[in-house]
């Protein structure tokens, strides 16, 4: 069976979700093997992990030498170890850096490329969700190893158990690849939420809050949600960029999606409407966002969320 690689996404050795999705889609076609570009040391770690969703090889690459430049030595790294395999195709997971990634690697490796993919299908056809999530169309890389990124929360993790056998693979990185260098990074401050594309629950708000998110935060708290926000929130300068929904930002789909305060422009519903239950809370009873909720609460959201934080609060004792 041909291989293929999937390109694990993980802070700092710990796997983050959009690598189980993407080798539970890898396992229709073909052998998943998970490729670590990190620590060393955490390969064993990253190893027991991806194992139980398919992985039976787990390439790591020490990024050592590597991990203070920008997106090409990766990329070349991926491009040596695809050389010589037998690839059904190459998994990564959508992120401005791995589209990057995957732009390089398709031009070394003379390989078609498709990007933000929402499904894989077992032939290799991926599902795009394109002008704001009102069309989907399917398409086929017709040359070369497909490489194809695919946007979190496309698919349910399904664990199935494999080797996960840690493979070390050394790599020689060009000078040529060398030439952006990280100066400084700095972590954003921990907020103690969820991650947004994670998260089972996400609360946004947008332009309604009038620039007030403590209402919002309160109640993402009290139900150990995300917070995200509308792009007019973000554009605002009311909420970083990290946290926009929709088809500028983030795509997100959990178990419960609340917004509040945001009138559900098309784009915004292209990063949420995927969501299993959609709450809404908005003062205006004609907002658009209505039309698409499971439960829709007309009322002020400074009266309304305090109201429903309180009562969450007390129920929870
Ligand atoms: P508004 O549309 O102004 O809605 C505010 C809502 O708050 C209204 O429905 C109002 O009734 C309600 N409200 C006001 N006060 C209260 C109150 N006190 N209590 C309760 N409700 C109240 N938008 C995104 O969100 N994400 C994207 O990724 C994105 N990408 C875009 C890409 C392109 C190319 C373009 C052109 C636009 C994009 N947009 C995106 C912008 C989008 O078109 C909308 O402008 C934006 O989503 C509106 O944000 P909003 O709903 O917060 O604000």
Redesign the pocket.
């Known amino acids: 069976m041909s291989e293929v690689l999937v390109l694990v996404d993980h802070v700092a050795g710990t796997v983050r979700k959009p690598t189980y999705e993407l080798l539970t889609l890898a396992r229709r076609l073909g052998e998943p093997s998970a490729v670590f570009i990190g620590g060393a040391e955490a390969g064993q770690v990253v190893a027991d992990a991806v194992k139980a969703y398919g992985a039976e090889k787990v390439y790591v690459i020490d990024d050592t030498d590597i991990r203070d430049y920008l997106v090409a030595p990766k990329a070349e790294a991926l491009q040596q170890l695809a050389v010589g395999k037998d690839l059904a195709a190459i998994l990564l997971p959508s992120s401005a850096e791995n589209k990057e990634i995957a732009g390089r690697l398709a031009v070394k490796l003379g390989s078609g490329l498709i990007t933000d993919a929402v499904d894989v299908a077992a032939d290799g056809t991926a599902t795009q969700s394109v002008f ?1 999530g009102s069309h989907t169309l399917t398409a086929k890389v017709t040359k070369g190893v497909p490489i194809i990124t695919v946007k979190p929360n496309s698919a349910t993790p399904e664990e199935s158990a494999a080797d996960g056998t840690v493979t070390p693979f050394v790599v020689t990185v060009s000078e040529a690849a060398r030439t952006a260098r990280v100066e400084e990074t700095r972590p954003r401050e921990a907020t103690g939420r969820p991650e947004l594309t994670e998260a089972a629950i996400v609360v946004s708000g ?5 620039g007030d998110f403590g209402p919002v935060e309160d109640l993402a708290d009290v139900l150990g949600a995300a917070v995200g926000a ?4 973000v554009d605002s300068g009311w909420m970083p960029h990290t946290l ?6 983030k795509t997100v789909a959990p178990q419960l999606y609340v917004a ?9 519903r ?2 949420m409407q995927t969501s299993k239950t959609i709450v809404a ?4 009873e004609e ?1 658009p ?1 209505l039309d698409l909720v499971d439960f829709g609460v007309v ?4 009266t ?1 969320l305090p109201a429903l934080t309180g009562e969450i609060n007390k129920r929870k004792g």
């Not at 809370?281 to 205006?284: L, Q, R």
């Open positions: 704001a947008g332009r309604g809050t009038g509308s792009r007019a929130a926009q929904v929709g088809q500028t930002g509040v305060g945001i009138s559900g422009a098309i784009q915004h292209a990063g809370v908005n003062k205006d907002a966002i009322g002020d959201l400074h309304v």
